[in-house]
Nanobody, 119 residues
Framework: QVQLVESGGGLVQAGGSLRLSCAAS????????MGWYRQAPGKQRELVAT???????NYEDSVKGRFTISRDNAKNTVYLQMDSLKPVDTAVYYC?????????????WGQGTQVTVSS
């Protein structure tokens, strides 16, 4: 079993910054891709950013230039630095990790952390 523990959400004014963290623990051989998704009220969950264990990144268009995803492979931790936040960024942010376990690769999700951006 793999557990993902997120931290760093909160309330911030528009233009401000927040940094999310997500640490993976449990029984696995390796964490492959990691990423952040978000879900706003009444909307579907959407991809925000992903990063491979080699460091290749991918961003949703609306966050390019404002958000930066990074990871520490030694700590099995992924980060999301969010700058120039806008009210439209308000959502529950979920961490995702693809873990290589005994029976193959499997996706795991964190419990979510609320990010609220006030205007």
């Amino acid at each position: 079993q793999v557990q993902l523990v997120e931290s760093g959400g909160g309330l911030v004014q528009a233009g401000g910054s927040l940094r999310l963290s997500c640490a993976a623990s449990g029984r696995f051989f390796r964490i492959n891709a990691m990423g952040w998704y978000r879900q706003a009220p009444g909307k579907q969950r959407e991809l925000v950013a992903t990063i491979t264990n080699g460091g290749s990144t991918n961003y949703e268009d609306s966050v390019k230039g404002r958000f930066t995803i990074s990871r520490d492979n030694a700590k099995n931790t992924v980060y999301l630095q969010m700058d120039s936040l806008k009210p439209v960024d308000t959502a529950v942010y979920y961490c995702n990790a693809q873990a290589l376990i005994t029976f193959g690769s499997r996706d795991y999700w964190g419990q979510g952390t609320q990010v609220t951006v006030s205007s």
